[in-house]
């Protein structure tokens, strides 16, 4: 069953979403930008060897890898990856990502990251994959299950870190220090350094958190954000002041301040 636009939107915002059915894709969001050509090249991408020159084309017809919709399209019909509107990086490299990762709205993925989805079988006679993957042609179906990983909005992973099968959810906003191992979840908004990534510290107090949170501002399109671009261009000090925050800072009691 195919879902509706908003559906889809909620999927690509929600980091604890599930990861988004092929042939959802009809529904991108408006924030992407489309050629009359991506269609073709979506389909051209079936055939494997020209996979990598569709997404090049698509990157080059639409705009880069920020905005092209027919690169995202290609990504989670061919390859069960579903990136995010603006979200960059080599989520967009076949392979590099398992299927089923679901990547969020903003998120910068530097180079050399690389993540994987699930171990292989360390509890029989051979760990090789002749043994439990089924596109080796021995066994009939997979046999080893695979996790799901879903990267927050707005997370920035430095490079060449590792996500291990360990770790099912980089929160929103979250950073990850260069060639980190991240083998737990990270929180939203922590900073997570070192092998095995440790947390050092949140970006924003508690209370700041729970407003960015609230606000849910990775949802708007990026005029949106440009408008006050004042704001998002200085360090985050008083969530009540900032513009894209100031409803759902309202709606948060300060610190002492009681519900009445
Ligand atoms: C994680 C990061 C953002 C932290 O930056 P920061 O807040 O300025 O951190 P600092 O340099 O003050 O370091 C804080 C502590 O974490 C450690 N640390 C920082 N980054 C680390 C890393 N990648 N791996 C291991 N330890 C790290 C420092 O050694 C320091 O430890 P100490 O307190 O024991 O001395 C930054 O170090 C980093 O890794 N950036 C990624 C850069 C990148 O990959 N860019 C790609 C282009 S998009």
Excluded at 1 to 18: H, I, K, L, N, Y
């Amino acid at each position: 069953m195919s879902r509706t636009v908003a559906q889809f939107d909620e999927g690509m915002t929600r980091p604890d979403a599930q990861a988004t059915e092929p042939g959802a894709s009809a529904a991108f969001a408006s924030d992407l930008r489309s050629h009359v050509l991506g269609p073709m090249l979506v389909r051209a991408s079936r055939v494997r060897s020209f996979v990598d020159r569709c997404i090049a084309l698509s990157f080059r017809l639409e705009g880069g890898q920020y905005w092209s919709r027919s690169a995202r399209e290609i990504m989670q019909t061919r390859f069960g990856v579903h990136i995010g509107a603006y979200s960059y990086g080599p989520c967009f490299v076949p392979g590099a990502f398992p299927r089923g990762v679901v990547i969020g709205r903003y998120v910068s993925i530097a180079n050399g990251v690389c993540a994987f989805a699930r171990n292989h079988p360390m509890d029989r006679l051979s760990t090789h994959p002749f043994f439990f993957n089924s596109l080796m042609g021995m066994v009939p179906k997979d046999e080893v299950e695979t996790g799901s990983l879903v990267i927050g909005d707005d997370a920035w992973l430095g490079a060449n870190a590792i996500l291990t099968p360990g770790c099912s959810r980089i929160g929103i906003g979250a950073v990850v220090g260069a060639g980190s191992i991240v083998t737990r979840d990270v929180p939203d908004f922590a900073v997570v350094v070192g092998n095995p990534a440790k947390l050092i510290r949140y970006r924003f107090d508690e209370a700041t958190r729970k407003v960015v949170l609230a606000s849910r501002w990775w949802e708007r399109p990026v005029a949106a954000c440009r408008e006050e671009l004042g704001s998002m261009t200085i360090p985050l000090r008083d969530p009540m002041s900032h513009p894209l925050l100031g409803r759902a800072a309202g709606a948060i009691p300060r610190q002492g301040e009681g519900t009445r």
